[in-house]
């Protein structure tokens, strides 16, 4: 590698690789203003900021986009240049308002900065100056266009790098302005990465319109993004103790500066004022307010009489896939060890959990956990079940770069979020992905042999034959589009899967896994299993989980068991508890007297949430330690404020089990999940005594093998992706069994197919009123052939009926539906597309199937 | 919606280029033909055949002068007022056609019959003043034989 | 000189293909296929052919630099978005004689090994596109474009791409953003065309004129071409003149003619025997000059040297009637409306510099305009990301250096006092 040389400003320069100059003096500590340029969008060259004095070239040149070559000598400070610069300003100024007393961004504007270095503007300009209005059509983004200069980043930024190509440059020369398609609002993802890569005050955020000025904030915290399994590393800005605004970070390892709308625009529950601030206990039916103390005690109390009246196993616990590690960690040891029941389970039940079990069953631990950025760097990507760019957006992201960077992106069934990205995409009918996957499994198999390092798995797969002309007779796929769908998945290098709920929570739904599992073999790629809620990985990695316990050790064995037992000082359960499935089974018979739920809303999570409320009015008590009152605190017996993820310090693990810091914000009055639970698991003669979060941490890296020896600091820069000094993860262990009966499904009835929103993830996002501005309430999706075929039209209002339940909604008309699907929107609190569905489990992974359930659409007249 | 008769041309035009991206420019083309101007469901349109977002397909329609973001009377008069034809008079001719049609540089008659558009040279400079009536050139213009050329558009 | 891109241009039938081939059409082509693609670089390099388009490189090292690069298919795209205003030498060889473009671009696909060419023809000629269309069928029929032309085992496939009004689009990168759907606005540079140009390939760009040339250096060899001409820019030239004179319209005459030849001695002298105010020799960007400046050969590398350029030797010729003020104002308004936008300088300065000139134009002009005119062209000129915003300052300087006075009687007495 030739070492090239370059001078700049008379400072001799050293680079392996050609870089632009621009990148090479800033590496040297050499600052050229730029406008345009921003390290995550391609190199433009159009503010002409950045023009330097390069030797040998007559014209001036732009940093931003000349490479350097040896022995290349650039000034950059010269007189001339510095009044290019002043007569660039000049330009840019003189159609600027100049209204920075008015502007939020003053202070943090480059131009501002740009103009107080190189001087005003002389004023000699007299003509009129561009108008255009204030743009308030958007509650997360306020539009101030007359500032903008230009510089096209936010477009660079929607198209280029998001993907999401909202906002275009409209007409041209001096005309030219950016837009969203209807000139008006948004109507985007509303990711907000626009926001971030604007330089002055055009594009703002609208949450802290004029509610401080940028240097005002005095601290920064770098945290986690309490949302989905990506876990974005976002800095939470704050002042006098109130969050300002949540901003990426460039550089961070998981987004890089990118964030979604429910990261950027959905932190403002923390400060809502719905939040539950004092214990509620109920009296005389009604939920009143109490001290900590009584609550406290009155909990403790009531377990204690339980167990003794009942029994432990009459007890059951549901812990939280939003709240930290450490608060998981001793809610399973509360559980366990002051309880004395390994009834405790999460929502992680109804897919993931399962999903995750059935893979690693046959690849591996920690066969799911892969880099998210690789999957830009694949050549192939076959996504199924669901939709990745609304599900985990960031990962999302990661496809559509693949996609950019030629790679082949297929799917099977529609994926909205990659339309425009021209996937190569097969939809086979309904209830025939078995026989679509069986045929790709033959072909695979065909077309490259069996690699011979997987006995189990080949034994599993070798027999199936399915030839491309069944799969056609029988989906409806073309055989020309399978086959070549086929030689893509043959050729991809390195190739990825990316697994959605759908597929895990439909009939037959293990046996999907298994083909899908098979194809990841036969294609030597890696599995990418979805991942809704921000913590679900490390809530299973604590041992929130009936049969495990921390570490995935199952609880059935001594040796296991012994180590927490010796951490602990107590003796453990050997009998698994009930799962989540179980738990409500149990209730409804009343065989469960109390549940303890910390950080979870089963009412709205569960399916079948109907029943899920019958049965735990059934019982004799029921606490709920949530931030809000959800639908489920309302039916309990002491409620217990908590603190939200920006009040307390602790760790998540994201779906690539990367451990990352989640870091104290803002203060409130209150105590941290995992001691509200030491405080009662004291009170219950079980003495848990942490001085913090750290000390929890330190405690489960003693007992967990994944964390072996773990501490805070070695997570700091969020690069600790497990197994980390730990002990070799377990292999596959049991025999695979996978379970085929598909649901049949006839023709002329629409079937319930649930939508998981961009903008909504349950009880925070449904409490921060940006998100609920952009997407306000469940909707019943129907295709514009349905709604014509029972003259519906947008905004109507029907009541949705299947056999379990019925809910009235607003109907929302897609142009590119297929006709045979209502699709409801998921974790609406009381909308609920869970109140609609039964809950019948796959007898391997235990997840529910939620497909084939028939549906019926009436219109409510006003 | 296209009409069958366009979806075909565009098929057509799609064999022409190794990408649908490619075909924008001449589908917008059949688009404006087909819609009488650019309008949002146009570009909806658009958009949609070509799996083009759709602002990005407005961004890229506005960019060119001969797309119309506004409805058009029936016969478009694209009328050149470059160095060339000005100094030869076709200021002349502009003037004429507010006072004797009422149509504005940029707008429509009252009638609905004429819009007028400036143009920036139309290659018929030795000839000027020129003009564009739909897709037929005029050339050496004056008042008098202005007025019977645009005579023969009702 | 006889006419050799011009030929039979009077031939209302012109654009047939028999009509063509009377002429001896397509031989050049058949003749072309018997060579080597290198051969008929090196004969295109002897005939020192230089491009039409306005900044007259070497064809024949363009040409081989794509030819150098490892990637395929190539592209070979024809500039027929004459944009610049006062030219109309592209349109009578794409109306009248459209096979001699289609023979030069498959000469020239040959050369390259380019598979596929295109032709960016501007949307203000409609007509040119029916003729166009029409033409490349019979060639198709006639087995001149498309696969194994003429049973030599050669491919080219050829089709028109219809541009929508956008002077930019006839920059090469510019064109190669619009063919792909985009808006079009110029790309940063390196990487050329040459080896990453439409669809990520390497891509020739030739104006029309220039791929005229090809039938006729196949027919006479490039040494014989070459002694068309002035030794460094040989070859028969289109100009085309209008304005002023007696006889405007487009004559092919040999590159280097003299300025003042072709308005006193082909167009006939100044109309109705009026004084010569001011000439633009090479279309609206190129500087002005006045009376007593014509006596350079028309070439591109005279007319620099003379203070101008060959540009594309669109020759616009103003008698003494005409206000140079109101013409200075025309043309920034032709360069603010066709801006890209893309850059700052030429974003925000043309409409600058056409507001003051307007203002003055109008006769609200101030003291101190001049200077800032001048001001304004100056922090434009040289920082733009393309030519076309250097081309609007570069018209301001010249309109001023030659004709300041103009400029100060404008503001002082508030009102155009040219008479004549
Ligand atoms: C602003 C601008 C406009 C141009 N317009 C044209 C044009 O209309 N026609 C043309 O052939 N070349 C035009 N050119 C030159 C082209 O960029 C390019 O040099 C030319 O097509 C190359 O062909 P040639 O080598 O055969 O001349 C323009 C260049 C610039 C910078
Ligand atoms: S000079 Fe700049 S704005 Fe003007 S046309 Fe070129 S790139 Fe576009
Ligand atoms: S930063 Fe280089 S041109 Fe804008």
């Known amino acids: 590698m030739k070492i090239i040389t370059i001078t700049i400003n008379g400072k001799e320069i050293k680079l392996e690789k050609a870089v632009t100059v621009l990148e090479a003096a800033r590496s040297a500590g050499i600052k050229i203003p730029t406008l345009c340029y921003h390290e995550q969008l391609e190199r433009y060259g159009g503010c002409r900021l950045c023009l330097v004095e390069v030797e040998k070239m007559p014209r001036l040149q732009t940093a931003c986009t000349l490479m350097v070559t040896d022995g290349m000598v650039v000034r950059t400070e010269t007189e001339q240049i510095a009044d290019v610069r002043r007569g660039i300003l000049e330009f840019l100024l003189i159609n600027h308002p100049l209204d920075c007393p008015y502007c939020d961004k003053a202070g943090e504007c480059d131009l501002q900065d740009l103009v107080e270095r190189y001087g005003p503007a002389k004023g000699r300009f007299k003509e009129k100056k561009r108008k255009v209005k204030e743009s308030l059509a958007d509650s997360a983004i306020v539009r101030n266009m007359e500032r903008c200069i230009m510089c096209t980043r936010c477009v660079r930024m929607c198209e280029g790098k998001q993907g999401a190509s909202a906002i275009a440059v409209i007409d041209r020369g001096g005309h030219s302005h950016i837009e969203p398609f209807s000139g008006g609002k948004f109507d985007c993802e509303y990711c907000g990465n626009c926001v971030s890569v ?94 900590w103390e009584e609550a406290i005690t009155l909990v403790a109390k009531k377990l204690s009489d339980i167990k003794v009246t009942f029994s432990s196993q009459a007890i059951a616990g549901i812990s939280s896939l939003r709240c930290t590690n450490e608060d998981n960690y001793v809610f399973q040891k509360f559980m366990r060890a002051a309880v004395g029941t390994n009834n405790i389970d999460t929502t992680a039940r109804t897919g993931f959990a399962g999903a995750q079990g059935f893979i690693e069953n046959i690849f591996g631990q920690g066969a799911t956990a892969n880099i998210i950025s690789g999957l830009a760097n694949s050549d192939t990507v076959l996504v199924i079940g669901g939709d990745p760019t609304t599900v985990n957006p960031i990962l999302g992201l990661q496809i559509r770069a693949c996609a950019r960077r030629n790679g082949n992106v297929l799917t099977i069934g529609n994926v909205e979020g990659l339309r425009n990205f021209n996937p190569s995409k097969l939809l086979p009918k309904l209830q025939t992905e078995v026989t679509l996957l069986e045929g790709i499994v033959t072909a695979l198999r065909e077309k490259k042999g069996l690699p011979g390092s997987n006995a189990a798995l080949e034994a599993k797969i070798k027999d199936i034959t399915i030839s491309a002309d069944e799969v056609t007779r029988k989906t409806g796929v073309a055989e020309t589009e399978f086959l070549t769908f086929v030689d893509l998945l043959a050729d991809a290098a390195t190739f990825s899967l990316v697994i959605g709920k759908d597929i895990v929570q439909s009939s037959g739904g293990s046996y999907k896994l298994l083909l899908l599992s098979a194809i990841n073999y036969l294609a030597n790629g890696r599995i990418y299993l979805l991942s809704e809620r921000a913590n679900e990985q490390g809530a299973l990695d604590m041992g929130c989980a009936p049969d495990i ?41 009343g065989r469960l007297k109390a549940v303890y739920v910390m950080g979870e809303n089963p009412l709205c999570n569960i399916p079948d949430s109907g029943r899920v409320e019958t049965a735990f009015k059934k019982l004799d008590f029921l606490v709920v330690q949530d931030i809000f009152l959800t639908e489920t605190a309302k039916l309990a017996n002491v409620v217990l404020p908590a603190l939200s993820w920006a009040e307390k310090d602790g760790t998540f693990t994201n779906m690539e089990r990367r451990i990352q810091r989640v870091r104290k914000a803002v203060h409130r009055e209150g105590m941290d999940d995992w001691k509200i639970i030491a405080e009662i698991s004291k009170n219950m003669g079980y003495n848990m005594d942490y001085k913090g979060a750290e000390d929890v941490f330190h405690e489960a890296a003693k007992v967990s093998p994944l964390l072996r020896g773990l501490t805070y600091e070695d997570i700091e820069n969020g690069d600790n992706i497990y197994p980390y000094k730990g002990e070799p993860l377990r292999d596959a262990m049991e025999e695979i069994q996978a379970d085929r009966s598909a649901r049949s499904v006839k023709s002329g009835t629409l079937y319930l197919k649930i939508e998981r929103p961009l903008f909504h993830s349950g009880t925070m996002s449904t409490k921060a009123p940006a998100l609920i501005n952009i997407y306000p309430e469940a909707v019943a999706r129907i295709g514009a052939g349905t709604a014509q075929a029972l003259s519906l039209t947008e905004g109507d209002v029907v009541r949705v009926k299947t056999k379990t339940g019925s809910l009235a909604l607003f109907v929302a008309i897609e142009k590119n539906d297929d006709n045979l699907s209502v699709k409801i929107s998921n974790n609406f609190e009381g909308k609920s597309a869970f109140r609609l569905t039964d809950c019948n489990l796959d007898p391997v992974t235990k997840a529910p199937c939620l497909d084939g359930i028939e549906i019926t659409i009436e219109k409510v007249t006003a | 919606m296209f009409n069958e008769t366009s979806i075909k041309e565009i098929e057509e035009i799609r064999t022409k280029y190794p990408n649908s991206r490619a075909a924008l420019l001449p589908v917008l083309y059949v688009a404006q033909r087909e819609f009488g101007w650019l309008s949002p469901e146009a570009y909806e349109a658009v958009a949609d055949l070509l799996n083009v977002p759709k602002a990005t397909a407005r961004g890229v329609g506005t960019f060119y002068a001969m797309y119309k973001q506004k409805p058009m009377g029936r016969h478009l008069i694209q009328l050149c007022t470059n160095v060339s034809c000005m100094i030869l008079g076709a200021e002349k001719l502009v003037d004429f056609l507010k006072s004797k049609y009422g149509i504005e540089p940029g707008g429509m008659s009252p009638d609905g019959r004429f819009s007028l558009v400036i143009m920036e040279c139309i290659g018929a400079c030795g000839t000027a003043p020129a003009m564009l009536v739909n897709d037929n050139f005029y050339e050496n213009l004056d008042k008098k034989n202005l007025e019977e050329i645009l005579g023969k558009y009702q | 000189m006889e006419a050799a891109l011009l030929k039979n241009i009077d031939n209302p039938n012109a654009a047939d293909i028999l009509e063509y081939k009377k002429i001896g059409g397509y031989k050049g082509l058949a003749k072309a296929l018997e060579m080597e693609p290198q051969q008929i670089i090196d004969e295109v390099k002897r005939a020192g052919l230089r491009g039409r388009g306005g900044a007259g490189f070497p064809v024949a090292m363009k040409w081989t630099f794509a030819s150098a690069d490892p990637k395929f298919p190539k592209y070979l795209l024809c500039n027929a978005d004459e944009g610049e205003p006062g030219t109309f030498k592209d ?52 087995n001149l474009l498309g696969e194994n032309i003429l049973g030599k085992g050669i491919t080219f496939h050829l089709a028109v791409h219809q541009g929508a009004g956008a002077y930019i689009c006839g920059e090469e990168t510019a064109l190669i953003e619009s063919l792909e759907g985009d808006k079009g606005q110029p790309r940063i540079k390196p990487p050329f065309p040459v080896n990453i140009g439409v669809f990520s390939k390497p891509t020739v760009v030739n104006n029309v004129e220039t791929l005229s040339n090809l039938p006729y250096i196949m027919e006479i060899g490039g040494e014989a071409y070459a002694k068309i001409g002035t030794p460094d820019c040989p070859g028969p030239k289109i100009f085309c003149v209008s304005g002023h004179v007696e006889k405007p319209g487009v004559y092919e005459l040999p590159m280097g003619t003299k300025l003042r030849d072709i308005i006193y001695t082909h167009c006939g002298g100044i109309k109705g025997g009026k004084k010569l105010k001011a000439v633009i020799p090479g279309g609206i960007s190129t500087p002005v000059l006045p009376p007593d400046k014509i006596d350079c050969p028309m070439d591109f590398v005279n007319m620099p040297k003379h203070g101008s350029m060959l540009g594309s030797g669109a020759v616009i010729v103003m008698d003494e009637s005409v206000c140079l003020v109101k013409v200075c104002h025309r043309a920034l308004k032709f360069f603010e409306h066709e801006s890209c936008g893309k850059c700052t300088p030429c974003r925000e300065g043309t409409g600058w510099l056409r507001a003051i000139l307007g203002r003055i134009e109008e006769g609200h002009g101030a003291e101190g305009d001049i200077d800032l005119l001048l001001s304004v062209a100056g922090n434009m000129m040289g920082k733009t990301f393309c030519p076309l915003g250097d081309g609007a300052a570069c018209v301001v300087q010249n309109f001023i250096k030659h004709f300041r006075p103009e400029f100060e009687e404008h503001i002082k007495a508030k009102k155009c006092t040219v008479t004549g």
């Open chain 1, 198 to 291: 604007c330089p002055v005050g055009a594009i703002m955020s609208r949450l802290h319109r004029h509610s401080y000025r940028p240097w005002q904030v005095k601290e920064q915290h770098e945290t986690v993004c309490p949302y989905c399994g990506v876990g974005c590393t976002v800095v939470a800005q704050v002042r006098d103790d109130v969050i300002m605004r949540v901003i990426p970070k460039l550089g961070s390892a998981v987004n890089n500066g990118m964030l979604c709308s429910r990261g950027r625009f959905g932190y403002e529950f923390v400060g809502s004022k719905d939040r539950l601030t004092v214990p509620l206990i109920r009296k005389n039916g009604m939920l009143t307010e109490a001290t």
């Open chain 1, 549 to 589: 316990l921390p570490g995935y050790r199952p609880v059935a064995y001594p040796e296991f068991r012994k180590k927490c037992e010796n951490v602990w000082h107590t003796e453990l359960s050997d009998k698994p508890g009930l799962n989540l499935f179980e738990m409500v089974d149990a209730a409804e018979q």
């Open chain 3, 91 to 142: 349109r009578p060889l794409l109306e009248k004689n459209p096979h001699m473009l289609i023979e030069g671009m498959a000469i020239s696909g040959h050369a390259l090994k380019a598979e596929y060419g295109y032709i960016y023809l501007r949307g203000e000629y409609p007509a040119a596109k029916h003729i166009l269309n029409k033409a490349i069928k019979q060639a198709y029929d006639n």
